[in-house]
Every structure is written in structure tokens, then in C-alpha cells.
């Protein structure tokens, strides 16, 4: 949302020998030019789902654009954290989570995939915003959950945490 921004910052902190992360969706990605680039060391890379139409679901967006940074940095040999937020009843689906899986495995670039487990601290956001807040309803997952969707990216050959 910020590009020129933190383009501008990245360039500063490269110059002071300073360490930059990226945190995204990808969803910037046809917009984030390889100068932009070259001043990012490390890409925190949401993906919600890798199937498409729960994607539109939680996002409201398409997943093909994400799908393409994820691409565009593996060529880059660009350092990423893939960053999967499990909500249950939403994002939990064994065949969800492989999918998001099949895609991150064979990525070189990738060093770890962190699953988030979804949870109610920024619920009083949306209320003093004035907002329907639609998973007001969701639970936490549980351990059983968070290490079902660890052991689905481990098997897929994922470094998961």
C-alpha cells in the first residue's frame, strides 16, 4: 500500500547495513520492481490458502497474483518466511493446507513456514471501529489442530514451525 515509502526505507537501511524484511501478502508483487527488491532480505509472505476460491473467501482477492510473487522470489533465490494463519472452519482443511504445501516444498528460497494459530486479540479493533466482526464465533485451534497442519507441511518436505 506504501511502495514508494518503503521503497525509499529499504534503500536507507541497505545503506546503513541494516537487515530488511518485507512483510506481505504478495499481492504487491507485479508492483515491487527489482530495485525495490534487491533492498529486501527477507520476504514474510502470507499465504492464506492454497486453494482458490477459499482464498476469495478470506481475502476477497484472487490467489493467482500471490502465486506469482512466491514464483518471481524463488527465481530471485529471495529469502522467504511463508507465514499460514490456521482458523478453524476456514483455513483448517487438510487439503487446504496441502495445497499451500504442494506449492512452498520444492521452493528452494523457502526456509521456514510458520503456522500462525488464529486467535481473538485484535477482536476489540473491529468493535471500536464499529465493524461486524465475522469471526467473532471462531476458536482458537487447537494443539491437535496446529500440529496436524505442522505434520502436513512437514511430510510435504517444509521446514514448519
Not at 515509502?5 to 518485507?22: E, R, W, Y
Not at 471462531?138 to 521446514?159: D, H, K, M, S
Request: proline share 5%; net charge neutral; hydrophobic share 45%.
Amino acid at each position: 500500500m506504501q511502495l514508494g515509502f518503503t521503497k525509499g526505507l529499504f534503500a536507507a537501511a541497505k545503506s546503513m547495513g541494516l537487515h530488511t524484511a518485507l512483510d506481505t501478502s504478495g499481492f504487491l508483487g507485479h508492483r515491487a520492481d527489482d530495485e525495490y527488491m534487491r533492498n529486501v532480505d527477507l520476504v514474510l509472505l502470507d499465504i492464506k490458502s492454497g486453494d482458490p476460491d477459499t482464498y476469495r473467501r478470506v481475502t476477497g482477492a484472487e490467489l493467482a497474483p500471490t502465486l506469482r510473487f512466491v514464483q518471481r522470489l524463488n527465481a530471485m533465490n529471495k529469502a522467504v518466511w511463508v507465514r499460514f494463519v490456521l482458523v478453524p472452519g476456514l483455513t483448517d482443511a487438510p487439503d487446504n493446507i496441502r495445497k499451500v504445501a504442494d506449492v512452498v516444498a520444492p521452493m528452494m528460497n523457502v526456509e521456514w513456514v510458520e503456522v500462525l494459530p488464529f486467535h481473538q486479540m485484535g477482536a476489540f479493533k473491529w468493535k471500536a471501529l464499529g465493524l461486524d466482526y465475522k469471526l467473532a464465533d471462531t476458536p482458537t485451534p487447537t494443539e491437535e489442530q496446529v500440529q496436524a497442519a505442522l505434520g502436513i507441511f512437514r511430510a510435504a518436505g517444509c521446514r514448519a514451525r
